[in-house]
């Protein structure tokens, strides 16, 4: 089956593409590189031995996206094209309703025209805003404390309103914890443009001596040592969760949400820790004060994901630290 994977040059996108072909699926790749590097599809080559179709361009762009869903006769899309960068997204409102939103809803549009009735899309665990009870689970209830996390809640809402309306339509959300790791081959992995937002970019660049030391945000929380707790979950146990997800639903319609986390959750310094292992080196570090919007703790309640989709989170926190390295090792300024 041809499947389009949208930000396919991206992180998440890009290893996902290797899953899919690895279980038979044929992903052609989208992207406008606006955080991505073309340098990936040589990577994706090298892994898999495989060249992937590209289109260098928006999802927003109908003309484009109809030639992509018709000449390749797709018949499903990975959705992971967005901006992610909640700072950001304070600052820029607009740009980030206009991409993560908009765009979505041009695409369904032009999916709708083309007869492609499935999508999976990149939810995250920002929709359940300020946690209420922890472990989350799907039922917890919907919100967000920025503008990147409410664009995540209204594709969400317009999924379901679309699904609603229209009784073939099948779309998967599945809403990240917080992922990390690389490819095991050492290959691909993360590479963010500027200074990392998040904590595991920024702590594999200190350690490769690119920054001088981690800023840890608080350390008077009400956890373990004080340090914020989230659920790390490596990116290829993520991966096999979309083509999980995929494989289970692909003959059903209507909307779908899952957790894909490990259930797990680490603290800053446990990450630090873990990280100083795998690299062999002391990282050094200073406290300052919280960040704007972070919460304590945050971890999943996964077992809708284990008892519905066959699927639970197999890798460990040191296979994340240990693949992690050996990508900033092998590229420690990531793919230029
Ligand atoms: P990423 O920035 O590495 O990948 C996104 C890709 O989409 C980039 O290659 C970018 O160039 C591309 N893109 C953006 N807008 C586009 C557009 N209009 N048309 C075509 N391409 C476009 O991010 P990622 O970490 O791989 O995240 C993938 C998805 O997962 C995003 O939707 C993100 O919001 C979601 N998500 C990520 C995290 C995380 O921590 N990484 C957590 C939860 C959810
Ligand atoms: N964090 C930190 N220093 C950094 C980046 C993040 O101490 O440079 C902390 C942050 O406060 C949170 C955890 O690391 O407790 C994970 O943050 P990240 O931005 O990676 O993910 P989030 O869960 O906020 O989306």
Same mark, same amino acid.
């Given at each position: 089956?041809?499947?389009?994977?949208?930000?396919?040059?991206?992180?998440?996108?890009?290893?996902?593409?290797?899953?899919?072909?690895?279980?038979?699926?044929?992903?052609?790749?989208?992207?406008?590189?606006?955080?991505?590097?073309?340098?990936?599809?040589?990577?994706?080559?090298?892994?898999?031995?495989?060249?992937?179709?590209?289109?260098?361009?928006?999802?927003?762009?109908?003309?484009?996206?109809?030639?992509? !869903?018709?000449?390749?006769?797709?018949?499903?899309?990975?959705?992971?094209?967005?901006?992610?960068?909640?700072?950001?997204?304070?600052?820029?409102? !607009?740009?980030?309703?206009?991409?993560?939103?908009?765009?979505?809803?041009?695409?369904?549009?032009? +999916?709708?025209?083309?007869?492609?009735?499935?999508?999976?899309?990149?939810?995250?665990?920002?929709?359940?805003?300020?946690?209420?009870? !922890?472990?989350?689970?799907?039922?917890?209830?919907?919100?967000?404390?920025?503008?990147?996390?409410?664009?995540?809640?209204?594709?969400?809402?317009?999924?379901?309103?679309?699904?609603?309306?229209?009784?073939?339509?099948?779309?998967?959300? !599945?809403?990240?914890?917080?992922?990390?790791?690389?490819?095991?081959?050492?290959?691909?992995?993360?590479?963010?443009?500027?200074?990392?937002?998040?904590?595991?970019?920024?702590?594999?660049?200190?350690?490769?001596?690119?920054?001088?030391y981690l800023n840890i945000f608080g350390d008077d929380?009400?956890?373990?040592?004080?340090?914020?707790v989230r659920d790390y979950i490596h990116v290829q146990?993520?991966?096999?969760?979309?083509?999980?997800?995929?494989?289970?639903?692909?003959?059903?319609?209507?909307?779908?949400?899952?957790?894909?986390?490990?259930?797990?959750?680490?603290?800053?310094?446990? +990450?630090?820790?873990?990280?100083?292992?795998?690299?062999?080196?002391?990282?050094?570090?200073?406290?300052?004060?919280?960040?704007?919007?972070?919460?304590?703790?945050?971890?999943?309640?996964?077992?809708?994901?284990?008892?519905?989709?066959?699927?639970?989170?197999?890798?460990?926190?040191?296979? +994340?630290?240990?693949?992690?390295?050996?990508?900033?090792?092998?590229?420690?300024?990531?793919?230029?």
């Amino acid at each position: 089956m041809n499947v389009l994977v949208t930000g396919g040059l991206g992180f998440i996108g890009s290893h996902t593409v290797i899953a899919l072909h690895q279980a038979g699926y044929t992903p052609v790749i989208i992207d406008n590189l606006s955080n991505s590097s073309e340098a990936v599809l040589t990577q994706l080559s090298k892994i898999t031995g495989h060249s992937f179709e590209f289109y260098r361009g928006c999802i927003g762009d109908d003309a484009l996206m109809q030639q992509i !869903l018709t000449d390749h006769n797709i018949e499903g899309v990975f959705h992971f094209a967005a901006l992610k960068a909640v700072g950001e997204s304070t600052e820029q409102p !607009l740009a980030y309703y206009r991409n993560n939103v908009s765009n979505t809803v041009a695409m369904l549009e032009t +999916m709708a025209k083309c007869g492609v009735e499935r999508i999976v899309f990149s939810s995250s665990a920002t929709v359940y805003g300020d946690p209420q009870y !922890l472990p989350l689970d799907e039922k917890h209830p919907i919100s967000s404390t920025n503008p990147y996390g409410w664009t995540k809640v209204m594709v969400e809402r317009v999924l379901q309103d679309y699904c609603a309306a229209n009784e073939k339509m099948l779309a998967i959300a !599945l809403r990240y914890f917080n992922p990390v790791g690389a490819h095991p081959s050492g290959e691909l992995g993360e590479s963010p443009k500027g200074i990392p937002n998040n904590l595991m970019p920024y702590i594999a660049q200190t350690a490769v001596g690119i920054r001088e030391y981690l800023n840890i945000f608080g350390d008077d929380y009400d956890t373990h040592d004080g340090t914020g707790v989230r659920d790390y979950i490596h990116v290829q146990d993520l991966v096999s969760g979309h083509v999980a997800a995929f494989d289970v639903h692909v003959k059903d319609s209507g909307f779908h949400a899952y957790n894909l986390g490990t259930g797990q959750g680490y603290s800053v310094l446990d +990450m630090v820790k873990a990280f100083s292992s795998s690299a062999q080196t002391e990282i050094a570090y200073k406290i300052c004060p919280r960040r704007d919007g972070d919460v304590a703790s945050n971890y999943a309640d996964a077992s809708k994901a284990r008892q519905i989709l066959n699927w639970h989170a197999k890798h460990d926190l040191k296979s +994340m630290t240990d693949d992690t390295w050996r990508w900033q090792t092998n590229y420690p300024k990531g793919l230029e």
